[in-house]
């Protein structure tokens, strides 16, 4: 068959026709344990009822208008976003990429509004930010780079969990206007930065008058065991961005503010017609409601503690495991060898992970999970993991 799909993507050798909990079946009917939600996106499972019926209900009433007019749902889905969040505005987006350049974009305002004329936005060794021009430059990681030459200036780049680095910035130059990390770098290899990090980064922002803005695209909507990771630390950003699993699959992503930073679009100064749509809304606030009705962010705290002392019992004394680690649903098993092969492995017995950063076995179930289904990946993980690292390297 001729291909007419671009190269963007090296599949896996498998199609997915139906879902059900965390549960996928392929179109020869086999049955797979989903272990990744589609990268941190379908939080709730697949085909949650309460989801499924919103966006049928929504999809035979009205699913586009235009941002030209209002947008109830969309009013409805700032409030509540905001009601948990305790920001004040919010931009809507179709992906994290855009939300991210919503948030770059304020950052700029901000800049200019302080008689910066070149602002820059302060970024981290190691993240991820999306494959727009604007993000991919603000991603640490050169293989995402590489070929998109020239890339757009106004970053600055210092290691993660490096409160020394950016205090360096703060003291050298007087064009930072803004820091943007991830509160857990998820594309980078699950990586947790010290209990202190964030606070100290919100200092700094104070110290140097910057806009504290926060990447919860893979971490946001309870994935960690709060709504938000930064509501662990009380670390209140000025800007933070979610999408994933904002509509738990149908595509939508926000870009949310709190004080100067929520004021500084005016009209006209950014849009995009999808964002924010009925459609999308709808199924975002049925995303919201199950994650409270469900009780599902103290699901995911409770349920990835449990699942990380698991893994720690099986794995933590074993040869060529380098460290288990996990902050809520967000689990992490780095190896000494890179393990890409461990996907396809994990696949041929019916289970979902993913590998990121070349060694590091990366899972983020849907929070739906229950102890059962969470005891089937520990077990098979580890098997796996045992496994791989018994031949030789
Ligand atoms: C932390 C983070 N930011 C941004 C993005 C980009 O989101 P999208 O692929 O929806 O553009 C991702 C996607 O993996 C992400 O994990």
Redesign the pocket.
């Known amino acids: 068959m001729r291909e007419h799909l671009m190269a963007t993507y090296n599949r896996l050798p498998v199609t997915f026709e139906r879902g059900q909990g965390v549960w996928l079946w392929d179109t020869e009917h086999r049955q797979y344990l989903d272990a990744l939600s589609g990268?941190a996106v379908c939080g709730l499972g697949h085909a949650h009822p309460a989801v499924t019926a919103a966006v049928c209900d929504q999809a035979g009433k009205l699913v586009h208008t235009s941002n030209l007019y209002g947008i109830g749902l969309q009013q409805q889905l700032a409030g509540r976003l905001c009601e948990v969040s305790g920001m004040d505005r919010v931009f809507f987006a179709n992906?994290?990429?855009e939300s991210?350049e919503a948030a770059i974009k304020i950052a700029r305002l901000y800049g200019h509004s302080k008689g910066v004329s070149a602002p820059a936005v302060i970024v981290m060794e190691k993240s991820?930010?999306?494959?727009t021009l604007a993000t991919l430059t603000a991603t640490g990681n050169r293989r995402i780079q590489a070929g998109f030459e020239p890339l757009v200036s106004g970053f600055l780049r210092v290691p993660y969990n490096d409160v020394g680095a950016i205090r360096a910035i703060g003291q050298g130059r007087t064009d930072a206007v803004a820091v943007l990390v991830?509160p857990v770098q998820?594309?980078g290899g699950i990586n947790i930065p010290d209990s202190g990090y964030l606070p100290a980064v919100r200092a700094l922002c104070d110290e140097f008058g910057w806009l504290m803005m926060l990447?919860e695209?893979?971490t946001g909507m309870g994935r960690t065991g709060e709504w938000f990771a930064w509501q662990h630390s009380g670390a209140r950003p000025d800007v933070f961005t979610l999408?994933?699993s904002l509509g738990n699959g149908v595509p939508i992503?926000a870009c949310l503010a709190r004080g100067k930073a929520g004021e500084l679009m005016q009209p006209g100064s950014h849009g995009t017609t999808f964002g924010g749509n009925p459609l999308a809304c709808r199924a975002a606030l049925s995303v919201i409601d199950t994650i409270e009705q469900e009780r599902l962010v103290a699901q995911a705290a409770t349920l990835g503690r449990h699942m990380l002392e698991q893994f720690r019992q099986q794995l933590d004394a074993v040869a060529g495991v380098s460290d288990v680690r996990g902050h809520g649903l967000m689990l992490g098993i780095e190896l000494d060898r890179p393990c890409a092969a461990l996907v396809g492995r994990a696949l041929q017995q019916g289970l979902l992970i993913n590998v990121t950063a070349d060694r590091v076995i990366r899972l983020l179930p849907p929070l739906i999970i229950n102890t059962r289904e969470a005891g089937i990946i520990v077990e098979q993980v580890s098997t796996l993991v045992r496994e791989f690292l018994s031949e030789p390297a």
């Open positions: 990268i992906s994290g990429a991210n991820f930010h999306g494959r991830e998820g594309e990447d695209i893979q999408a994933k992503g």
